[in-house]
Each structure stands twice: as C-alpha cells, then as structure tokens.
C-alpha cells in the first residue's frame, strides 16, 4: 500500500520566518495531495491542496510544491504567525481510492 | 450547514463493555470515512463509505469493530468488546466527491479503563 514519510517531525520558528515541510510517497498512481492543519484538540481542517496536474499553488502565505517525478511535495508557510502554530498533516490520495497520511508535524512558532 | 456532527464527544467506559459511536455527514457528500487517531498510529482510515455502501474495510483492526451506515445521514462505528487499547479520538468525515476535501467532524474521545 501507500507509504507517506513527512519530515521534520517537528519545528521551530521565529515569528516572521517561513516554514517548510516535506512529504514523499510512494505509489506513483497518486493524483490528489492535500495538506491538513490540525490545532490542539481540533479536528483536522484542509488548508491547501494540490493536484498531478500542477506543480505549484499559493494562497496567500501558503503554497505547496509537487514533484510527481521524485514523488515528493512540499508546504511552505511564508511571514509565520503564533496563531500557525498547530500539527501538519500531508496526505496523499492514490488509486486505491484511499487518503493516506503522513505522521504530522509539529510547528511551534516563538513570537 | 452544520458540518460533520459526531456523538457522543467524549466516552469513558470499562473494558469489555460495548461502545457505538455516532455520525452525521453533511447533506449531500456522498462518501463518509472512519479515522482513528493516537500517539502512536497518527490518522488512520479504518473504513470508508460509498452511496451508503462499504467500500474498504482494510483499515478496521479486527473483528471487533464493525461500521454501519444504514441512510445518507447516519453511520455507526461499534466496538463490542472495547479494550485499553481502543483508547483514542475517533474522527468521521465526510467528501463530495472521491479526490476532494474531506470534512471532519470535533471526533470522539474514547478512553476504555
């Protein structure tokens, strides 16, 4: 089945400064990536996501990158804010006509 | 609309009891999906639902547990006997379509002592 590794675990900013996270997968015959934005508590809430047939897309201060090639993809968050501070989940969507997830990661944003 | 509603929010029962947990999807998606969450496993799907049909059930962790979805507007996931290690936030979610945005509901926290 689907494999989705997401790096870093965790990260630190400083108010201000971007943020980047990365996901590869594994099955080639994924075609639809979003990216989940889960604060503490929460439910998970789509914040950008991404289709095989473009490489990039931005909203406002969030864009996500696709390399379907290399099988990977990545979130940047630009002008990081406190209140982006929360758990990141990239997910893949493959033929199996499953969403599978990567592990999370843990942004802290210092004001 | 009122999004995915789920009940009950949090469950706290004894190990061996059963436990049924509820979802609304919103009108009109047409695919519903069980997740569980903990420390340890992240987000897994453990079923989904096409048309109020099962469609995989690859992710339910055995026989346990069993999902029903008997209209449009109601689905079961019922774990008969819990145990411990069933403790985790149980999320539903609904989609339009297959490839599009998954709704989440606020999820269930359960805790089997």
């Known amino acids: 089945g689907e494999n989705v590794e997401q790096h870093p675990s965790t990260l630190s900013v400083q108010e201000g400064d971007s943020a980047v996270i990365k996901c590869t997968y594994s099955?080639?015959?994924?075609?639809?990536f979003p990216w989940y934005k889960q604060e503490l508590g929460k439910r998970p809430q789509l914040i950008i996501d991404?289709?095989?047939?473009?490489g990039e897309k931005k909203d406002q201060r969030i864009a996500v990158t696709l390399n379907k090639t290399a099988k990977h993809f990545s979130l940047h968050i630009t002008e990081t804010q406190p209140e982006d501070s929360a758990v990141y989940f990239c997910?893949?969507?493959?033929?199996?006509?499953?969403?599978?997830f990567g592990g999370g990661t843990r942004l802290m944003v210092k004001p | 609309d009122a999004g995915v509603i789920q009940s009950p929010r949090h469950e706290v029962t004894e190990m061996g009891q059963e436990v049924t947990l509820r979802c609304k999807p919103i009108?009109?998606?047409?695919?519903l999906f069980w997740y569980r969450q903990t420390m340890m496993r992240g987000l897994e799907l453990l079923i989904y639902?096409?048309?109020?049909?099962?469609?995989?059930d690859s992710g339910m962790p055995e026989d346990r547990f069993s999902a029903k979805m008997p209209n449009a507007s109601f689905s079961t996931l019922k774990i008969q006997p819990s145990e411990p290690r069933d403790s985790a936030v149980y999320f539903c979610a609904s989609s339009r379509e297959r490839d599009n945005e998954q709704f989440f509901g606020p999820g269930t926290r359960l805790t089997v002592l």
């Open positions: 009108s009109g998606h047409d695919y």
């Open positions: 099955d080639s015959a994924s075609n639809y």
């Open positions: 997910a893949t969507h493959n033929a199996g006509n499953m969403l599978t």
């Open positions: 991404i289709r095989s047939n473009v």
């Open positions: 639902f096409n048309n109020n049909v099962p469609i995989d």
